[in-house]
């Protein structure tokens, strides 16, 4: 899925002619050429953004926010993400990414609107709309007031983005382990403090917050999350994986659509740099806020740092870095389900363009880590028959992938027993799907030869 | 351990263990950087050795009878394999006949310096040495390479005439095998950087034990999991002769990004470099991914995907004083009728994208 940026053209180190484009051998040296005209439509003067980024000055304002908006809208109508019956919940963290999101799915439901009312037949119902937002201050009790101040902002920059209006639903991480707060902040609190390990910590709270996002989702009748995960994010996420020993996985994150959940996630924004979004932000005044609990720690902030330096050394590294991570082979769950279809009306089905997803077209079932959820490569997973009689913490070690199990559970055995009675339940129920599951998968490959019934069989 | 750095590791252990965790006899004398354990040195060999005759059993790296080469550059690598090598071929009795061979690239200051270790190796381990010359090969060395080149895309001529110096000197020597000593570290860096660049048809092969198995010679790194650093510290406490300067034409690698990250990354958790290989190994990469096809270069001979090998590729461009022939993308070289440059997209990609670095392999 080639990043098509106007970065990727220029000034590669080693002159890679990656997407056919013409190489300008000038537009590297910082601050650009400086072109009288835009280059795309030789009319307009072009936008200099003075941020010492490549592609500085080269298109007008309004080339440059259609060459954005045009990869977002080429993701959503390429991998059917937003269709008219659907949903969609965006989730909205205050940074520049998921604004820009937030924006892009506003404008798109916008059009919706004026089609719909303007078409004599009414047939296309406009797509819902709403925003979440996840509330981490139990995780993080020191940052209380920022957090006040960042959901009235939240609440404000929702409340202009209509009409259409939207709902706007403001999250506690902890709300996955129940209603009574008190009790499930201390639960997240214990939870999080019986992890040994920084990286791990970092990253278990990444799961329990999505964990939210699919409840709230889920609850309130959304068919579609949105992410405003960018291409910058997720080369990052490609290093961090593969430095984790998460390699097998690791094409089941990075597509466009990740079906895996019960709400399936799409990634409108996969195709975008970082700098083309703050650049977007800052030329349709776009305010972001940046919350203190985003900053990283460990092995993720190495990866950061690192990927900043290799884009010092050349613009478009992050975009090569994805662009390789694409070429490994995907999921079936990293395509919007075909039964979804079945709410589209015929007119609009023909109207979409499918990718098709090069995958090995099997429909294996896969079984997936109860922590991360990631999808276990079943030659290294254990055997998990040999726990039946274990215990729930024997079990669960068992079914996780062997990162969570480095640098998320706990080692010893006690520990490991407190740490599993802290999970959220959906958590501890994935583990007993999987081991059921797994004969599932079995019994499925040779049900065709099977003369007894499931009761009959010793 | 100096003196000041024992006193502290003491005064932290206090009440705990001060016995080498592993026989509970002796004082610890290291902490060994994969796992952090607090070992003494008869432990560190041990284990050591052992995981590395574990990596051969369970790979089946080789047969009884073999005659095998150990690529041997006088550096700290190739040392220790070839000590270890004949260490476990005795103590196991592998049944394998070992050679050190060596290759000269000709460069003054460096590669004499080193060649000097292997000779006096040579009489240390008991092994017969084979030497092969860049200048007895090619009729280039690497210094007049440079001095025609300069410092950018040199690695890349060295690295491919390499590579078929080596297959020449194992064809030499009549083996059946060479082995190298590309540790884990460099594995490591090798995944990193074909992810950095685009390359899937290298991320794929470049985690693989033993490769060349359809070539002429196949290749193998008993290496594969060992740490560089604790290569380092066998070969520190064994007191093995190595030479330990880096190559004087390597300063602008690209792989030492990769390197100066890896080595951030052991400090912060030591099992990332291994956990890099999994990911390597993991990787769901369709085997129908473009490999090149296999032929022969129509002018040596040599194996190769295109009409000439790249080695003849780089002699043709060194002799005509067109030094950027085979380097970088191919554009339709120039008057190069002769040629015929096929562009299989993938292949061209994967041979000429390498501006410096590694073995290709």
């Not at chain 2, 050795?49 to 690598?77: C, T």
């Not at chain 2, 690698?253 to 990332?272: H, M, N, Q, V, W």
């Not at chain 2, 990911?279 to 085997?287: H, K, L, P, Q, V």
Request: proline letters at 4%; aromatic letters at 8%.
């Amino acid at each position: 899925m080639a990043c098509n940026s106007s970065g990727c053209e220029s000034g590669c180190y080693d002159r890679e002619k990656d997407n056919g484009s013409k190489i300008v051998d000038d537009a590297v040296s910082g601050g650009g050429n400086h072109e009288s005209v835009c280059v795309k439509c030789k009319c307009n003067a072009p936008m200099t953004f003075g941020d010492g980024g490549f592609d500085d000055g080269r298109f007008c304002a309004d080339c440059f926010r259609n060459n954005v908006f045009g990869k977002f809208r080429l993701a959503v109508t390429s991998h059917a993400m937003i269709t008219p019956s659907d949903n969609v919940l965006v989730a909205f963290s205050g940074g520049s990414s998921s604004r820009v999101s937030l924006q892009f799915v506003h404008e798109l439901q916008i059009k919706a609107l004026k089609n719909y009312e303007a078409s004599r037949d009414r047939s296309l119902p406009v797509f819902g709309v709403g925003v979440a937002f996840v509330d981490e201050t139990a995780a993080f009790p020191a940052l209380s007031p920022e957090m006040i101040d960042a959901i009235e902002w939240v609440r404000y920059t929702v409340s202009c983005l209509s009409p259409p209006a939207k709902d706007l639903h403001v999250v506690p991480v902890e709300s996955i382990f129940g209603s009574d707060s008190l009790d499930a902040r201390d639960r997240l609190l214990k939870l999080l403090d019986s992890v040994p390990d920084d990286t791990g910590k970092e990253d278990l709270l990444l799961h329990l917050k999505m964990l939210s996002l699919q409840k709230v989702a889920a609850e309130n009748g959304y068919n579609r999350l949105v992410l405003g995960s960018c291409t910058s994010r997720i080369a990052s996420h490609v290093l961090t994986a593969t430095v984790k020993g998460r390699g097998y996985s690791l094409s089941a994150d990075i597509q466009h659509v990740d079906a895996r959940w019960k709400v399936p996630i799409v990634l409108p924004l996969r195709d975008c740099v970082r700098l083309e979004i703050t650049r977007l932000c800052l030329l349709d005044g776009l305010k972001t806020v940046e919350l203190a609990c985003r900053s990283q720690c460990g092995i993720n902030d190495l990866v950061s740092s690192f990927v900043a330096l290799l884009q010092e050394e050349n613009p478009s590294r992050e975009c090569t870095i994805v662009r390789t991570a694409a070429k490994l082979t995907p999921f079936y769950f990293n395509k919007i389900p075909e039964t979804d279809d079945s709410n589209v009306p015929m007119a609009t089905q023909r109207r979409l363009k499918r990718f098709n997803l090069k995958y090995d077209g099997s429909m294996t079932t896969e079984a997936f880590c109860p922590i991360c959820n990631g999808p276990l490569n079943r030659s290294d997973s254990s055997e998990l028959d040999t726990f039946e009689e274990g215990q729930e913490s024997d079990v669960l070690y068992a079914a996780c992938c062997s990162s969570c199990r480095f640098q998320i559970l706990p080692q010893d055995g006690s520990s490991l027993e407190q740490f599993s009675s802290f999970l959220p339940d959906h958590m501890i129920s994935q583990v007993k799907h999987q081991k059921v599951d797994s004969q599932a998968y079995l019994r499925e490959k040779i049900k065709d030869c099977l003369l007894l019934d499931d009761e009959e069989v010793v | 351990m100096s003196s000041g750095e024992k006193m502290e590791a003491k005064s932290k252990k206090a009440g705990a263990s001060r016995l080498c965790f592993l026989c509970n006899l002796r004082r610890p004398v290291l902490k060994r950087p994969k796992t952090l354990q607090q070992i003494c040195r008869e432990c560190f060999y041990e284990v050591f050795e052992e995981e590395i005759h574990q990596v051969i059993v369970q790979n089946r790296l080789f047969k009884s009878g073999e005659r095998v080469a150990i690529g041997a550059s006088g550096g700290k690598d190739s040392t220790v394999l070839a000590y270890v090598l004949s260490e476990l071929n005795r103590r196991h009795n592998y049944g394998l006949d070992l050679f050190l061979l060596s290759i000269d690239e000709g460069i003054t200051g460096y590669r004499d310096d080193s060649l000097e270790t292997v000779k006096r190796n040579e009489v240390q381990y008991g092994l017969p040495l084979q030497i092969v010359s860049y200048k007895d090969l090619y009729g280039w060395t690497m210094d007049d390479i440079v001095k025609m080149i300069g410092l950018k895309n040199n690695c890349t001529f060295c690295g491919v005439f390499r590579r078929q110096a080596l297959d020449r000197g194992a064809t030499l020597l009549k083996v059946d095998k060479l082995v190298t000593g590309h540790n884990a570290d460099d594995i490591a860096e090798t995944v990193l950087l074909n992810i950095l660049r685009g390359d899937i048809a290298r991320l794929s092969r470049c985690t693989s034990i033993t490769t060349g198995e359809d070539g002429p010679i196949p290749r193998c790194k008993p290496f594969k999991y060992t740490y560089e650093k604790e290569i380092v510290m066998y070969a520190y406490f064994k007191k093995l002769d190595y030479f330990s300067t880096e190559c004087i034409y390597s300063p602008n690698a690209y792989r030492g990004f990769a390197r100066e990250f890896i080595k951030d990354l052991e400090r912060i958790r030591p099992r990332a470099i291994l956990d890099i290989i999994k990911s390597g190994e993991d990787f769901r990469i369709a085997t129908t991914t473009k490999m090149p096809e296999q032929g022969t270069c129509e002018r040596c001979g040599y194996i190769s995907s295109q009409k000439w090998c790249k080695a003849c590729v780089l002699l043709e461009g060194l002799n005509r004083g067109l030094p950027k022939m085979g380097i970088g993308r191919p554009r339709g070289v120039n008057g190069d009728h002769k040629m015929e440059i096929k562009k299989p997209g993938s292949v061209a990609k994967s041979i000429e994208s390498k501006q410096c670095g590694s073995l290709d392999f």
